[in-house]
């Protein structure tokens, strides 16, 4: 092609830009050009380095790409012999994108006296087609076995009312094969008095665009049925085009139900009456009455099971009912309304004491061993009982309110049953609430940390501090420690809660030491943390992360937590150590540490408990104690802390004994870390003429973590 035609260079520039693959080779196969889509997608460098060049030539620069040369061979010598276009359909080829599927064409290059001097190819990406075409089938292929697998008889009819189509379930309802029924109509199907209804549906859905719904029952091949029929229109372009029937056996389902309903009103096991009726009789109750209601609960039952197998924990929940028919009141509405419960709802048992000798006489009769099939069963139960109007204002309330009594049976196994106290139920949902605000709050690290100081005895400087946590309810205000801790470890909460105290701490010594404020944090492990085998980690990533060292951070564990941890514990606190984490014994002196454990335990810190500083020259045997410690640490080489200070004297008796560090309210409260600062600054400036607190506000108790 001559380059210097004005018409020629605008078809090399619109080949050069097309998004799609184009080359020319001459009839030897040596590639003539190719535009830059063509080089892209194979990751050629140029079109100079083509030309010349056959596909077996250029194979190594394709870099072991999966491409189907030798059918593109065939189609280039299919091309030439022939004389015509050939089009390969979606070739398998592997480009810089990936694998895809492409429509590669050839075309004939011929010169003006019709000679072949060439081929042109023209390859173009159709994956997303090809993928659209895959998906289509695939859709195809799965609602074809969806309709086929439909255990419902369905049948589209043409307009002529001919049967176009039908599933498997239909043909095996006529015992026909497919070509028996495709093109027939109806009447030559159905028996005749069925056709007639079926048609007169037809006739009403084609005036009316409506579907319809009706029932029908006839026979057909030996069978008798009872069908549920909808009849829909199939419409196409807004045009009735035919109709589609879906039509089910409810033959065994009319049979089935008739059983049921003869079954729904009772347990079959113990004849009682199921949770159904039960619920519908208590919905119907008389307010103008006096109720009383008992939930009995069978604890254990599935270890029954699982030991002894069901049978006998059948034959135990047999027993139980029977017990329950013997003593209940006459008249009452009896019920087993769960796999291991029972309910009684009576009209008789209204008052308080009923109640109770009710609740009594069924605890008595059943909370004992009984024998089945020779097997010693140990029966237990827990009985919830509420009664109307002494312990609630409505009917409606006396299940819910005896379930909350039965919660409360089964947590206190002194006792066997618990009657509906709204006044404790309020406190017991109070604290629910309680926790749940708890379990936000620590999400959200919604927890705030105080700081107490703690005092070098000899220098009065300010060494450090322990970090204490304190949670700001957004409704209640501040909840003590002693409170929300102890929430927190009753419900498994308290290890999330240390990570959150931990992680604020070292937050906030890498504030205070861009303030240059160096001074060393001590923060308490849980017992769960201690355990926690994620802990060192845990540690190092917040070291990492806020850039404090390691040697600032004091943890504080309790004696008992020491004592009572395993092996994997010990050596975990061993890599802490090794990280130059200090290690702190809290309440030292409370527990029962060996001196040979502290020997081995490479403990830097113990911290004698406010309990021996209260007493100090008070009673002689804490005083002995305190002044065996100190002696026993300085011995050991290892710091001593005395906390809960209030009063001179003890300090004074505490430095005559060279206590090293000094904690408690003689010197400060726990205080946030802002007013802390503010503290600090004033005593860092005059601490060698420390006022201390005075006595009447170290009287005020404020718990602490």
Request: aromatic fraction near 8%; proline fraction near 3%; hydrophobic fraction near 40%.
């Amino acid at each position: 092609m001559d380059n210097k035609d004005p018409l020629n260079h605008v078809l090399i520039t619109a080949i050069q830009h097309l998004p799609i693959g184009i080359f020319w080779k001459d009839i030897e196969g040596q590639y003539l050009g190719c535009n830059k889509h063509c080089l892209a997608l194979f990751d050629l460098p140029s079109e100079e380095f083509i030309i010349g060049k056959t596909d077996a030539q250029l194979e190594p620069a394709f870099k072991q790409k999966v491409l189907p040369n030798e059918v593109l061979y065939q189609t280039d010598q299919e091309a030439l012999k022939h004389g015509r276009s050939v089009i390969a359909k979606t070739m398998t080829m592997e480009t810089i994108y990936g694998e895809g599927q492409f429509e590669i064409t050839k075309i004939p290059l011929k010169n003006r006296a019709g000679q072949i001097v060439g081929l042109l190819g023209i390859a173009v990406d159709v994956s997303s087609k090809f993928r659209s075409e895959q998906k289509l089938q695939e859709k195809t292929a799965l609602l074809n076995s969806i309709f086929d697998a439909l255990p419902d008889f369905v049948i589209y009819k043409d307009m002529q009312g001919r049967i176009v189509e039908c599933n498997r379930a239909a043909l095996k309802l006529a015992k026909k094969k497919k070509s028996d029924v495709i093109g027939k109509t109806i009447e030559q199907v159905l028996p005749e008095s069925t056709a007639k209804v079926s048609l007169g549906y037809d006739t009403q859905l084609k005036e009316n665009y409506k579907s319809a719904n009706y029932k029908m029952e006839f026979s057909l091949a030996g069978r008798d049925v009872y069908v549920d029929v909808h009849k829909h229109p199939v419409i196409q372009n807004d045009k009735l085009v035919g109709t589609v029937s879906i039509s089910r056996d409810i033959k065994e389902r009319r049979i089935t139900l008739q059983k049921i309903d003869t079954l729904t009103k009772q347990d079959q096991l113990t004849n009682l009456f199921n949770r159904t009726t039960f619920l519908q009789k208590l919905d119907n109750i008389a307010p103008n009455s006096e109720w009383g209601m008992l939930l009995i609960d069978i604890k254990k039952l599935g270890h029954i099971n699982s030991h002894h197998g069901t049978d006998i924990g059948d034959q135990v929940l047999f027993y139980v009912s029977e017990v329950i028919k013997k003593i209940a009141p006459k008249n009452a509405c009896l019920a087993r309304i769960q796999g291991d419960r029972f309910a009684i709802l009576s009209n008789t048992v209204g008052s308080t004491q009923q109640l109770n000798s009710l609740c009594s006489a069924l605890a008595n009769k059943l909370n004992k061993q009984i024998a089945i099939q020779g097997r010693v069963i140990d029966l237990v139960i827990c009985i919830g009982a509420a009664n109307y109007p002494y312990s609630i204002q409505n009917t409606k309330q006396l299940l819910t309110c005896s379930e909350q009594a039965l919660i409360r049976a089964r947590k206190q196994p002194e006792q066997s049953y618990s009657l509906f106290d709204p006044v404790l139920e309020a406190r017991s949902e109070a604290e629910r609430r309680l926790i749940e605000d708890l379990k936000v709050a620590i999400k959200n690290k919604n927890i705030d940390l105080y700081y107490q100081p703690i005092i070098d005895s000899k220098t009065k400087a300010v060494l450090g501090v322990e970090a204490l946590a304190r949670w700001h309810h957004p409704e209640k205000g501040l909840i003590m420690p002693i409170k929300f801790i102890a929430l927190a470890e009753k419900n498994n909460l308290i290890g999330q809660l240390g990570d959150v105290v931990l992680e604020k701490a070292c937050q906030q010594l890498a504030l205070w030491r861009k303030d240059n404020l160096d001074i060393f944090i001590a923060v308490n492990l849980s017992p769960i943390q201690f355990n926690d085998p994620q802990l060192v980690s845990k540690i190092k990533h917040y070291i990492e992360y806020y850039n404090i060292p390691a040697q600032r951070l004091e943890l504080e564990v309790t004696e008992s937590a020491l004592m009572e941890s395993n092996r994997t514990a010990e050596h975990m606190l061993e890599e802490l150590i090794k990280l130059g984490i200090r290690l702190s014994i809290d309440d030292f002196g409370t527990g029962y540490c060996s001196l040979s454990y502290l020997k081995n335990m490479p403990a830097h810190k113990l911290k004698i408990d406010k309990s021996f500083v209260d007493e100090l020259e008070l009673d002689k045997t804490t005083t002995a104690i305190t002044r065996s410690v100190i002696s026993l640490a300085r011995e050991l080489n290892i710091t001593v802390t005395a906390e809960g200070i209030e009063e001179q004297s003890q300090m004074k008796w505490l430095q005559e004994q060279q206590c090293d560090q000094l904690q408690g309210y003689l010197f400060s409260r726990p205080l946030p870390s802002d007013k802390f600062c503010l503290w600090y600054k004033k005593h860092y400036a005059t601490h060698n003429n420390m006022t201390y607190l005075q006595q009447t506000e170290t009287r005020l108790s404020m718990p602490v973590l």
